[in-house]
């Protein structure tokens, strides 16, 4: 298809096509950071045979904050009982004492196809090391400054609630109705992009996570973005 | 680098536990549906990996999976896979109570000895070399509180304890243990361990090196087998743990089984750890440990002590987390709503003023058919906060017509629809602020006997607290004059004001221009506050057939009077196209939606669609007209304007004053003496002249469309 007719969206062949492509690009040119892998879901009866279901996942991303002395004093949840294991608890001097200096934030992201927007939707959240999840609000006071700009300022930017469309939980996403229109503006206003042979389905996701990854304050390093095929 | 000095007691860092938020919902839904007050224990699963970052140890976690699957999930939940090399299964047990009474009465400490003995008779019979992920066994107790969705929960990872506890020879990282091909040769070992389905989630093993430096990873029930080698043999382990100088928990109940099975004292020991998916030689640690526990202490009968409580930031106490933000279904409703408002201003209009709306109080007058269609376009708007008013019940009809009744309201009489109204909303929108008033409007033309002159006054005082405590009113009434006492105390109090009116198959919509006695949009702010203005200082508005717009009644020639007696049957009950309501009712809130956004307010001059001036002063939303009228036999529809009538009988300077002069005595002589209006207006001198009296109207209309009556 010629790049100046598309619409900005994908097919879910092509979305399956362009994941793929994207898990081997990130693997080759991002050691450090962990892998996204696809994970399969089982299929709606009423997809067609060869199309396939399922999400590109990248889990557990842990992001290191700053330690902070002495936090979380006056939010400590338990009640201070001090016969709470009783008395015939056994004092033992092979466990390791550690003081609590470090705060972990993990990340999980997933990259699902919307089938009624047809183009990628960036699903997230991010929970602490026991497992409590954040709240959207404290997820932004962390994000890097550039990501609370391009979120307020970029009108295709809208970081939303919603229920994850295959773990019936609630995460955070990024609302989709804006992304075909940039993706669009961005395959047209870029010349190393596709050109006369029609749309590069498998750029189509790096060039999508460089706009979404910025918002949400996932680093994506300036290679996926190269055009030339390696 | 140097060991840790021999002699030292090796000291190993705690197991720390993390609860995927899936792993609550599963529990909370498996409670409601399936267990009930059942509080007997649960067996679950618990999924750790050998640490693969320098800084961040990894966790033992629980997910959803860890739960058994619901009998009628075990098609579409996965089982869980074996053979993951990032999931290697533990077993544990939860102990989930029913009150945080019986979470804290829990015997903590025989708990945690029972699951101790477990893991001990496993090494005893020779289990744990077959099975060796049971030597990781754990503990959870649990209180689930699913109204407030907030959960208490304690983990313990039980270790048998060596007595004396065991000492550290030496520790290093293992790139310095062993020798280049050594090392090389491990590594491939492990690598390949790790990528086998069969062994990558196997987290205990035997790294045995050959005198030619090559190694292979063995089972532990190959221990015999690796004896007769005669090989270096080392213990290995996957080790969650991060630090260089510690090795991780699953180090403790394996040296329990070296020493009690095998009778090894020294023990070499490698803490696998990865990074990138990779055996990281530098991050692992190979050590030597000696165990000076006596022999006695090997006997299978003498349960060792155990230790595990998991701390919460150092100290001895259980865990909460509140998860209600993300499965209390009235938040999710709520966040549903606003997104769907957000989206809509996002996307299609960036002035939306979504503040003004979720704040603003909205009386409705009447909750028939106009009220319930009203009260859910308003919701729809993201308006919060509503009050109904009617003194009716739901009759067997209503329901048909009326969107927020059911059958269940009507029987046993039928409850009161403001009450039913309420009700019903809330079912809808449980963040809803909604009130229901049951109260009779008092009108001109039914004479009110004395004895029941004080509750009539008591009424129209309510009416008047109401109309001065909200925002907007909507007079949605079945009666013309019904409408009369709103229109003028809404006048009096200068409050957005928007009626409803239908016919058979024709309507009416309109908004009240803003109360006489108020100035120019020039001088709006002192008008809203004032009522102290001189009665003599007329501002430009109010001259004859002056700029403010009209109400209901500025059409009038004749004083509201009783229009339900004297009538047959069949005009007494109001029939209307059942089209009709639905479609009044909508333009009605789009209108008071698009005052709220007009610059001017109630002020806002009112205009017409095709009018020649509206591309130049265009709202986002568009025109606001002043009345819209409409026709479902030509599905066609128009917009009006109408100015104020100085002989109005609701809201002219002369009724509004008086009213301020005399209140609620005003107020019963216009109910007790319907010709007192007419009178006072000038009206009666009208009529008399009427052929020479001109209306102020845009159309010729119908005087029956005036005569509007509405089921």
Not at chain 2, 472 to 494: G, I, K, M, Q, Y
Request: charged fraction near 20%; proline fraction near 6%; aromatic fraction near 8%.
């Amino acid at each position: 298809m010629d790049i100046s007719s598309w619409d900005g969206t994908l097919s879910s062949s092509d979305f399956c096509l362009a994941a793929h492509a994207f898990t081997e690009k990130w693997k080759r040119i991002n050691p450090v950071l962990p892998p996204w892998s696809w994970v399969p879901r089982p299929k709606s009866p009423w997809l067609a045979s060869h199309e396939v279901e399922g999400y590109l996942s990248l889990e557990n991303m842990c992001i290191l904050r700053s330690c902070e002395e002495d936090h979380d004093e006056k939010s400590h949840k338990g009640n201070e009982e001090p016969n709470c294991l009783g008395k015939d608890e056994y004092i033992d001097n092979a466990t390791l004492v550690q003081s609590y200096r470090q705060d972990v934030r993990y990340f999980d992201f997933h990259i699902v196809y919307s089938a009624s927007y047809r183009v990628p939707v960036l699903y997230f959240r991010t929970y602490s090391s026991d497992g409590q999840p954040l709240l959207l609000e404290d997820i932004e006071k962390e994000l890097p400054g550039n990501s609370t700009n391009v979120l307020m300022e970029s009108k295709w930017t809208f970081i939303t609630q919603e229920e994850h469309p295959y773990l019936n939980r609630p995460w955070y996403k990024l609302h989709p109705c804006g992304t075909s229109e940039w993706m669009k503006l961005l395959f047209l206003t870029d010349p190393s992009l596709g050109g006369s042979q029609g749309v590069p389905v498998e750029l189509y996701l790096s060039s999508w996570i460089s706009m979404v990854g910025q918002a949400v304050g996932l680093k994506v390093p300036l290679e996926m973005f190269n055009k030339r095929k390696e | 680098m140097a060991g840790q000095e021999s002699g030292a007691v090796l000291q190993f860092a705690p197991f720390q536990s993390s609860v995927d938020e899936g792993f609550w919902h599963r529990l909370s839904s498996l409670k409601l549906n399936k267990l009930g007050i059942d509080d007997s224990p649960i067996s679950i699963t618990g999924f750790y990996a050998p640490c693969s970052h320098s800084q961040v140890s990894n966790h033992l976690t629980l997910l959803a999976e860890s739960l058994p699957p619901e009998p009628s999930e075990q098609s579409s939940t996965p089982p869980i896979s074996r053979g993951n090399r990032n999931r290697c299964s533990v077993p544990g047990i939860l102990y989930n109570t029913n009150t945080l009474e019986s979470f804290h009465a829990l015997d903590k400490q025989s708990l945690l000895k029972a699951e101790a003995e477990k893991i001990w008779n496993d090494i005893h019979s020779g289990k744990a070399e077959e099975d060796c992920s049971v030597l990781s066994r754990f503990l959870l107790i649990s209180f689930a509180d699913l109204k407030k969705w907030s959960f208490h929960y304690w983990f313990a990872f039980p270790a048998l304890v060596l007595d004396p506890p065991a000492t550290l020879v030496d520790l290093k990282p293992a790139s310095q243990w062993f020798s280049l091909e050594e090392a090389e040769s491990v590594s491939a070992a492990c690598n390949e361990w790790r990528n086998s389905s069969s062994t990558a989630d196997v987290p205990f093993f035997l790294v045995s090196i050959a005198s030619n430096s090559r190694a292979t990873i063995r089972h532990l029930k190959d221990w015999e087998a690796c004896q007769e080698d005669g090989h270096k043999l080392l213990f290995g382990f996957y080790d969650p743990c991060h630090l260089p100088k510690n090795p991780g928990w699953p180090l403790r109940n394996f040296l329990v089984l070296i020493y009690s099975r095998w009778n090894i004292k020294k023990v070499q020991f490698l803490c696998y750890r990865e990074n990138r998916g990779f055996a990281d030689l530098g991050l692992s640690l190979v050590g030597e440990a000696q165990i000076s526990a006596p022999q006695e202490w090997r006997d299978e009968l003498h349960v060792p002590n155990v230790v595990g409580w998991e701390l919460n930031r150092g100290k001895k106490v259980y865990r909460c987390i509140g998860l209600a933000k993300s499965m209390d279904p009235t938040r999710l409703a709520i966040s549903a709503a606003d997104l769907n408002l957000k989206l809509m201003r996002w996307r299609a209009l960036p002035s939306l003023n979504l503040n003004i709306l979720s704040t603003m109080k909205c009386l409705l007058l009447g909750a028939g058919t106009l009220g319930c269609q009203v009260a859910r376009m308003l919701m729809a708007w993201g308006v919060r906060k509503i009050t109904l008013l009617d003194n009716g019940k739901v009759a067997m009809s209503n329901p048909l017509r009326q969107s927020l009744y059911t059958l269940d309201d009507c029987l046993n009489g039928g409850e009161f629809k403001a009450l039913a109204a309420v009700n019903s909303l809330k079912r809808i929108f449980p963040a809803v602020e909604a009130e229901g008033v049951v109260m009779a409007i008092p009108m001109p033309g039914h004479p009110v006997p004395s004895q029941e002159e004080e509750s009539v006054l008591d009424d129209c005082r309510r009416l008047c607290e109401l109309i001065e405590s909200h925002d907007a009113v909507f007079l949605l009434t079945d009666t013309r004059e019904s409408r009369w006492l709103p229109t003028l105390l809404c006048a009096h109090a200068n409050k957005m004001t928007i009626t409803a009116a239908l016919g058979f198959d024709s309507f009416l919509v309109m908004r009240h221009g803003a109360g006489p006695l108020s100035s120019t949009i020039d001088n709006r702010a002192e008008a809203m506050n004032a009522l102290s203005a001189d009665m003599s200082k007329f501002s430009l508005t109010d001259s004859d057939g002056g700029q403010r717009l009209g109400c209901y009644f500025c059409n009038d020639v004749v004083a509201p009077v009783d229009s339900t007696s004297n009538r047959t049957l069949d005009q007494q009950c109001t029939v209307t196209r059942p089209g009709l309501a639905p479609i009044a009712s909508a333009l009605a809130v789009e209108l008071l939606v698009g005052i709220l956004h007009h610059p001017h307010g109630i002020f806002a001059e009112g205009e017409n669609a095709n009018s020649s001036s509206n591309g130049i002063n265009e709202q986002p939303l568009g025109i606001l007209p002043h009345q819209i009228r409409g026709s479902l036999a030509q599905f066609s529809q128009m917009t009006l304007v109408g100015h104020s009538s100085n002989s109005c009988t609701a809201c002219c300077d002369t009724v509004v004053s008086e009213y301020r002069k005399r209140g609620l005595d005003f107020i019963l002589q216009a109910i007790n003496h319907p010709t007192y209006l007419e009178d006072l207006t000038g009206l009666t001198e009208l009529m008399k002249s009427a052929s020479s009296f001109k209306l102020d109207w845009d159309n010729d209309t119908d005087a029956d469309d005036d005569d509007c009556v509405e089921i």
